[in-house]
C-alpha cells in the first residue's frame, strides 16, 4: 500500500510540473513620451520612481536602448512587427494604420499557446480591420487614436464614437477616476482572471499607458512643488510619472502576490524621447527631443527583467533596439519568428553577462524621408534634406551630440552615408496620408 501510494503521489507532482507553462509570461510596459532623465536609476533626483527602477535592478538596464522611430505610432509599429522600413514613419501614417499582411507581436505569441491582452493606447489604425482584437489580441480596453484626456470627459474624448474613448473589446465605455489608475486596475483584472482560469497557460500583456503624454494633467493636488525647473509644466508632468510608477508598481506586486514573478519577462521602455517643450519633460544629457534623429528622439529608458533566468544587476553598454523584443519573445515562447525581423534574439547575451553583442547598424528615417540617420560603432550619422546639412558624431565622446565631425572625418560621414543609401534603396516609400495625429 506504502508503495502504490507513494507512486501516485510522484505522479501528481509530475502533473503538477506539467501543468506549470513553461514558456514565460510576458508583459511589455511602454510609456509614452518619457523624458529619458526622468527615471531614479537615470539618475533623475526631484522625484523617485522606484518601481520601474527595480525592473533593471532586477535585471539589465541598458544606457544604449533605441526605438525604431521618434514619434508615438511608427515607434509602435516597429515594436510590435520587430520591423522597420515597412513605410510606416510618422503619426500620419496611423490613418492608414499598419499593413494587415505583417505578423504582430501578439500574432505570433498566440501561435505559441499565449493568451494576448492589450491595455491602453493604440494608435496603429482606428479602423475595424485594424482594431487590436483583429491583430492577434483577445482583449482589448484602452484607447484607439493617441492621446486623450486623464478624466471622462463625455463633452470631449468620450464623445459618442470618438476614437479617443476608452473602449472595451469594441464597445466604448465609462470609467471613473484617473486614466493611468484605471489602465493599471484593468492589467491587474486580465491577470487576476488569466491566472483563475487558465493556470498552465501563459500570458503576454501590452500594457501601453497613456502617460506621462498631454493633456498635461495629474491628479488634484499631486503637483511636485518646489522642483528647481523652467518649466511651468514639471510639476504637473513629475506628478504623472509618479503615478505611473505607482501604477506599474501595482502590477508588479500582482505578479509577485501570485507567484509569477519568477517566470515573468518584463520589459519596461519608452516609445520615444521626451517632447520636453510640450510636457516638461527632460532628456538630458541628450541633444533633442521628440520627432527628431538626435538622442533625445530615438535613446529612450530600456529595462527588462526575468528573475528566473536573467541575472540582475546588469548595466549593459549593448546597443539594442525595440526591434530586437519580438525575435526575444519568440525565443523565449519557443515559437519561429515572423520572417524578415530587423532586430536580434537577446536572450544569449542576457543570460551570460559575459556576452557581448556584435555591432551593427541600426536605420532611422523621418517625416517624409527628410531626416536620416545611421548608428554604427561609436559614430552616428545624420542628415537633413531639407537644409541639405550632414552631421558626425562619436556618441562614444560626445553623448550630447555638440561636435559636428563631418569636416574632420569625411571619409567616415561617406561611408555611413552609402551604407544608409544602400539600405533606403531596399524599403518602401510611405504611402500618402490625409491628416495626422498623436
Same mark, same amino acid.
Given at each position: 500500500?506504502?508503495?502504490?501510494?507513494?507512486?501516485?503521489? !510522484?505522479g501528481?507532482?509530475?502533473?503538477? !510540473? @506539467?501543468?506549470?507553462?513553461?514558456?514565460p +509570461?510576458i508583459?511589455?510596459?511602454?510609456?509614452?513620451?518619457?523624458g529619458?532623465a526622468?527615471?531614479?536609476?537615470?539618475?533623475?533626483?526631484?522625484f523617485?520612481?522606484?518601481?520601474i527602477?527595480?525592473?533593471?535592478?532586477?535585471?539589465?538596464?541598458? /544606457?544604449?536602448?533605441?526605438?525604431s522611430?521618434?514619434v508615438?505610432?511608427?515607434?509602435r509599429?516597429?515594436l510590435l512587427?520587430?520591423r522597420?522600413?515597412?513605410?510606416f514613419?510618422g503619426n500620419?501614417?496611423? !490613418?492608414n494604420?499598419?499593413?494587415?499582411s505583417?505578423e504582430?507581436?501578439?500574432?505570433?505569441? #498566440?501561435r505559441?499557446?499565449?493568451?494576448t491582452?492589450c491595455?491602453? /493606447?493604440?494608435h496603429?489604425g482606428?479602423?475595424d480591420?485594424h482594431?487590436?482584437t483583429q491583430?492577434?489580441?483577445?482583449?482589448?480596453?484602452g484607447?484607439?487614436?493617441?492621446?486623450?484626456?486623464?478624466f471622462y470627459d =463625455?463633452?470631449?474624448s468620450?464623445?459618442p464614437?470618438?476614437?479617443h *474613448?476608452?473602449?472595451?473589446n469594441?464597445?466604448?465605455i465609462?470609467?471613473?477616476?484617473?486614466?493611468?489608475?484605471?489602465?493599471?486596475?484593468?492589467?491587474?483584472?486580465?491577470?487576476?482572471?488569466?491566472?483563475a482560469?487558465?493556470? %498552465?497557460?501563459?500570458?503576454?500583456?501590452?500594457?501601453?499607458?497613456?502617460?506621462?503624454?498631454?493633456?498635461?494633467?495629474?491628479?488634484?493636488?499631486?503637483?511636485?512643488q +518646489?522642483?528647481?525647473t523652467?518649466?511651468?509644466?514639471?510639476? @504637473?508632468?513629475?506628478?504623472?510619472?509618479? $503615478?505611473?510608477?505607482? *501604477?506599474?508598481?501595482?502590477v508588479?506586486q500582482?505578479?509577485e %502576490?501570485?507567484?509569477?514573478? =519568477?517566470?515573468?519577462?518584463?520589459v519596461f521602455?519608452?516609445?520615444?524621447?521626451?517632447?520636453?517643450?510640450k510636457?516638461?519633460?527632460?532628456?538630458?544629457?541628450?541633444?533633442? #527631443?521628440?520627432g527628431?534623429?538626435?538622442?533625445?528622439g530615438?535613446? !529612450?529608458?530600456?529595462?527588462?527583467?526575468?528573475?528566473e533566468?536573467?541575472?540582475? *544587476?546588469q548595466?549593459?553598454?549593448?546597443?539594442?533596439? $525595440?526591434?530586437?523584443?519580438?525575435?526575444?519573445?519568440?525565443?523565449?515562447a519557443?515559437v519561429e519568428p515572423?520572417?524578415?525581423m $530587423? *532586430?536580434?534574439?537577446l536572450?544569449p547575451y542576457?543570460?551570460?553577462p559575459? +556576452?557581448?553583442?556584435? %555591432?551593427r547598424g541600426?536605420?532611422?528615417r523621418?517625416?517624409?524621408?527628410k531626416?536620416?540617420a545611421?548608428r554604427?560603432?561609436?559614430?552616428?550619422w545624420?542628415?537633413?534634406?531639407?537644409?541639405?546639412?550632414?552631421?558626425?558624431?562619436?556618441?562614444?565622446? %560626445?553623448?550630447s551630440?555638440k561636435?559636428?565631425?563631418v569636416?574632420?572625418?569625411? =571619409? @567616415?560621414?561617406?561611408?555611413?552615408?552609402?551604407?544608409?543609401?544602400?539600405?533606403?534603396?531596399?524599403?518602401?516609400?510611405p504611402p500618402?496620408? =490625409?491628416s495626422? $495625429?498623436?
Open positions: 500500500m506504502k508503495r502504490i501510494t507513494s507512486t501516485l503521489l !510522484v501528481m507532482l509530475c502533473l503538477s !510540473v @506539467v501543468a506549470k507553462p513553461s514558456q +509570461n508583459l511589455l510596459i511602454l510609456a509614452d513620451d518619457l529619458y526622468d527615471l531614479s536609476i537615470h539618475g533623475c533626483t526631484q523617485k520612481t522606484p518601481n527602477d527595480s525592473i533593471g535592478q532586477g535585471g539589465v538596464r541598458f /544606457k544604449q536602448g533605441y526605438v522611430n521618434s508615438c505610432a511608427p515607434s509599429a516597429g512587427t520587430g522597420t522600413g515597412i513605410g514613419e500620419a501614417d496611423a !490613418v494604420g499598419l499593413d494587415l505583417l504582430t507581436m501578439a500574432d505570433t505569441l #498566440k505559441a499557446g499565449y493568451g491582452s491595455i491602453g /493606447k493604440w496603429l482606428a479602423q480591420t482594431y487590436p491583430r492577434g489580441f483577445d482583449y482589448f480596453c484607447l484607439r487614436e493617441g492621446s486623450r484626456t486623464y =463625455e463633452s470631449n468620450d464623445s464614437g470618438n476614437p *474613448g476608452i473602449e472595451l469594441g464597445k466604448q465609462k470609467f471613473e477616476g484617473y486614466l493611468t489608475d484605471f489602465l493599471t486596475d484593468q492589467a491587474i483584472g486580465v491577470i487576476d482572471r488569466h491566472t482560469s487558465m493556470p %498552465d497557460k501563459p500570458f503576454f500583456m501590452y500594457l501601453s499607458y497613456t502617460a506621462p503624454h498631454g493633456p498635461m494633467q495629474c491628479k488634484p493636488g499631486t503637483e511636485i +518646489n522642483l528647481s523652467k518649466s511651468e509644466k514639471r510639476p @504637473v508632468y513629475a506628478a504623472m510619472v509618479v $503615478s505611473l510608477d505607482e *501604477g506599474i508598481g501595482r508588479l500582482t505578479l %502576490d501570485k507567484g509569477l514573478k =519568477e517566470n515573468t519577462l518584463v521602455l519608452s516609445d520615444n524621447g521626451g517632447p520636453t517643450y510636457n516638461g519633460s527632460s532628456n538630458w544629457p541628450l541633444k533633442g #527631443k521628440k527628431s534623429t538626435d538622442e533625445g530615438l535613446r !529612450v529608458p530600456f529595462l527588462l527583467q526575468w528573475p533566468k536573467i541575472p540582475a *544587476g548595466i549593459r553598454d549593448d546597443m539594442v533596439i $525595440s526591434l530586437d523584443l519580438l525575435p526575444t519573445f519568440s525565443s523565449v519557443g515572423p520572417e524578415k $530587423s *532586430g536580434l534574439n536572450m542576457l543570460t551570460n559575459q +556576452n557581448a553583442l556584435a %555591432d541600426f536605420f532611422w523621418r517625416a517624409g524621408m531626416n536620416c545611421l554604427s560603432g561609436d559614430y552616428k545624420i542628415e537633413n534634406r531639407n537644409k541639405g546639412e550632414q552631421y558626425l558624431y562619436n556618441l562614444k565622446d %560626445d553623448i551630440e561636435n559636428n565631425l569636416t574632420e572625418f569625411p =571619409e @567616415v560621414a561617406e561611408r555611413m552615408r552609402s551604407e544608409y543609401v544602400k539600405w533606403e534603396s531596399t524599403i518602401p516609400d500618402p496620408v =490625409e495626422s $495625429s498623436e
